[in-house]
Nanobody, 124 residues
């Protein structure tokens, strides 16, 4: 079983910055995708940015160079989202999605798990 936990959300003024963290733990042997999504109440969840095992990123159009996704070699099961120049429209619950594989008794199982989200609120 895989657990995905986000942290780092909070209240910030417009123009400010936040760094979100997402850690995958449990039966994680290989990760091939880590992505950040966000959702506003009443709207569909949308992609903020994703990062695959080859290092390719895919940013939502609204990011426009303000956000950066990255991982550290020392913490390979963790992905960070650096958010700068935050806007009121960035207010949302931010979710982390992790996909990969677990090895059990000689067999390989894929997983695709989500965290419970972290609230980001941008004030004027």
């Amino acid at each position: 079983q895989v657990q995905v936990v986000e942290s780092g959300g909070g209240l910030v003024q417009a123009g400010g910055s936040l760094r979100l963290s997402c850690e995958a733990s449990g039966s994680v042997d290989s990760i091939n995708y880590m992505g950040w999504y966000r959702q506003v109440l009443g709207k569909q969840r949308e992609l903020v940015v994703s990062l695959d095992s080859g290092g390719s990123t895919n940013y939502g159009d609204f990011v426009k160079g303000r956000f950066t996704i990255f991982r550290l070699n020392a913490k390979k099961n963790t992905v960070f989202l650096q958010m700068n120049n935050l806007k009121l429209d960035d207010t949302a619950v931010y979710y982390c999605n992790v996909r990969g594989s677990s090895f059990h008794g000689g067999s390989v199982r894929s997983f695709d798990d989500w965290g419970t989200g972290t609230q980001v609120t941008v004030s004027s």
